[in-house]
């Protein structure tokens, strides 16, 4: 039998928070050891390789602030990337940092508990490996654990089945085949018009329809990358500064923009229709009231309505594309092409409002009103985001206490998304309470796993051995969180995003990202930080 491992740490996962923790820590003089599930590092971006797969934020914006080097030497090649892209960024950084030393690859984390007399966790591996460690970091990620859309006669189907979120690394030739795609979200959007081109006949089976616009993605010009690099510390402090960690969204700039004034409400139907004509896409978000009134919500998504339509040849199948629940409840997306994947002849779309999917069975899925042939299912069905992962590790911190009872019992509670109490020494990065999944991811990794290294830096030259959220503290960081939400549109009815935890049978209705924004939050995390920790007790 293989002895066990000591390490000062253990982080779990090699993704955008886990290679950093690994440099940050060892950096500072810790033993450090990355466990990864996966066969690669990258996490997200290691998973979610399907067709079309990109990200959002745009690159320059989407990477590591932390070295000078790495910055100055990646070369992206798109305003936003593709996942290969970013995929090979991230391991190029692995390389660079000579990372992969300390990173264990193909090692499932299946269960960790705390030694409350040796104040030290063991972590044990699906391998059958164990590992003691004084503290450890959950670099888990926010959208990791894949849910299982509870189709009866899944299991059935006698096609191939694709995941988007786990993709196989081959790829897939979608040629000569009768596609089905389940889930329009982020990821549906993305791959459909791409799996459009391929494939013989697409159908599209969505449930709820997605606010989405055009990327407006394009390759960076000549010079542009170069004249970012030149001046790179003065956009990193800029997204610093910015309430979601980042100075554009897509290919559209926040510099200079001020908040609209005109309200929807107010203004009559054929100038909100000019104003479609003038801004485009930007033109249903364009008001001061369709984010605070549920009514002027509404009259913003009839605006959406009237761009799909301008798109959407077919009038009950652009009907259809019109989302039917509040606009700013889930993030909105960015497609490229789309809308117009409609218009042609082999895509045909299912609307699972008017007629829902009964069961898939051997060659297809059966709606209430007719059967669907397919030959190749995807589902791009999302997952169970924020807490999932770390549910499905057998957590036992002091007395017993599971961390899935916790969060099962009391909602996913944290103190300021970095710890629970009643699990000393083990950290979130981007846990549930802290902005995370609302703002530029990698800005959002970089303070946590900076504040983390620093808290560890400060125990180890303070004869400290844990620090351990306490419970009022926690409680008045959730309580606090949860106010901010309260009555805004992100928690009003109708809305059932994954940030809720509302695509979760059974999960329970709770906002999890912190929607104070990124300066707030990083201000009350240093003043916990100047005040010796408040809200922790250390030992
Ligand atoms: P999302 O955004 O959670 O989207 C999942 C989609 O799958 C959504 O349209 C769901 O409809 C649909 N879905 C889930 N289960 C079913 C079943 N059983 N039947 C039909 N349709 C279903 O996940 P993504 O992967 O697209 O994106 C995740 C994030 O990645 C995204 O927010 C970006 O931040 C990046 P529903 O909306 O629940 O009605």
């Not at 189709?151 to 189907?157: A, D, Q």
């Not at 791409?194 to 494939?199: D, L, R, S, W």
Request: aromatic letters at 10%; one cysteine or more.
């Amino acid at each position: 039998m293989e002895a066990v491992r000591n390490y000062d740490v253990v982080v779990i996962g090699a993704g955008f928070s886990g290679l950093y923790a690994v440099h940050s820590l060892r950096e500072t003089g810790f033993s450090v050891i990355a466990l990864e599930k996966a066969d690669g590092v990258g996490g997200t971006w290691f998973w979610n390789r399907y067709p079309g797969a990109r990200c959002d934020v745009q690159s320059i914006e989407y990477s590591y602030s932390f070295s000078k080097e790495i910055q100055q030497e990646w070369e992206w090649t798109e305003l936003m990337s593709a996942q290969p892209e970013i995929e090979a960024y991230l391991n190029f950084v692995a390389d660079r940092l000579d990372l992969r030393r300390d990173i264990q690859l193909s090692t499932l984390v299946t269960a960790m508990s705390y030694d409350e007399d040796g104040h030290r966790w063991t972590i044990e591996t699906e391998g059958g490996e164990t590992f003691v460690a004084r503290f450890v970091v959950a670099a888990t990620g926010c959208l990791s654990e894949p849910l299982e859309p509870g189709l009866r006669g899944l299991e059935t189907f006698a096609g191939t089945c694709l995941f988007t979120n786990r993709f196989p690394k081959e790829g897939f030739d979608f040629r000569g085949h009768r596609v089905g795609v389940i889930g329009t979200g982020s990821s549906g959007v993305q791959c459909i018009p791409i799996i459009a081109e391929q494939a013989d006949h697409l159908t599209v089976f969505q449930r709820s329809a997605a606010y989405s616009r055009p990327a407006d993605n394009r390759p960076l010009r000549p010079g542009e990358l170069d004249a970012v690099k030149a001046n790179y510390e003065e956009l990193r402090v800029k997204q610093r500064g910015a309430y979601a960690g980042l100075v554009s969204f897509g290919a559209v700039s926040f510099e200079g923009m001020e908040p609209p004034e005109r309200r929807i409400l107010e203004t009559p139907i054929d100038e909100r229709l000019a104003l479609v004509d003038q801004l485009g896409w930007s033109a249903p978000g364009a008001w001061a009231d369709v984010m605070f009134d549920l009514e002027a919500n509404q009259a913003g998504t009839e605006l959406y309505g009237e761009l799909i339509r301008r798109v959407v040849d077919d009038p009950e199948v652009a009907e259809s594309l019109v989302p039917h629940y509040p606009m700013g409840c889930k993030r909105q997306i960015l497609d490229t092409g789309y809308f117009e994947t409609f218009n042609r002849d082999h895509v045909t779309l299912v609307d699972l409002r008017k007629d829902p999917i009964e069961e898939i069975t051997a060659t297809g899925v059966t709606t209430r009103d007719r059967h669907h042939d397919v030959d190749v299912l995807v589902l791009a069905t999302g997952f169970d985001a924020m807490t999932g992962t770390l549910n499905r590790i057998e957590i036992t911190g002091r007395n017993g206490r599971m961390l899935r009872d916790v969060w099962n019992s009391e909602g996913p509670v944290s103190y300021l998304g970095l710890q629970v109490a009643g699990f000393p020494n083990l950290f979130t990065v981007t846990g549930p309470g802290s902005p995370s999944v609302l703002t530029n991811m990698v800005v959002s990794i970089e303070q946590h796993v900076e504040w983390i290294t620093d808290c560890l830096r400060y125990l180890r030259d303070h004869d400290h051995r844990t620090i351990e959220a306490e419970p009022d503290a926690q409680e008045e960081w959730v309580d606090h969180a949860a106010s901010l939400v309260q009555g805004t549109i992100r928690n009003s009815e109708g809305c059932n995003s994954w940030y809720l935890g509302a695509n979760v049978p059974g999960k329970r209705r709770i906002h999890m990202p912190y929607i104070g924004g990124l300066p707030a939050y990083r201000r009350k995390c240093d003043e916990v930080v100047a005040a010796g920790y408040s809200g922790f007790s250390l030992s």
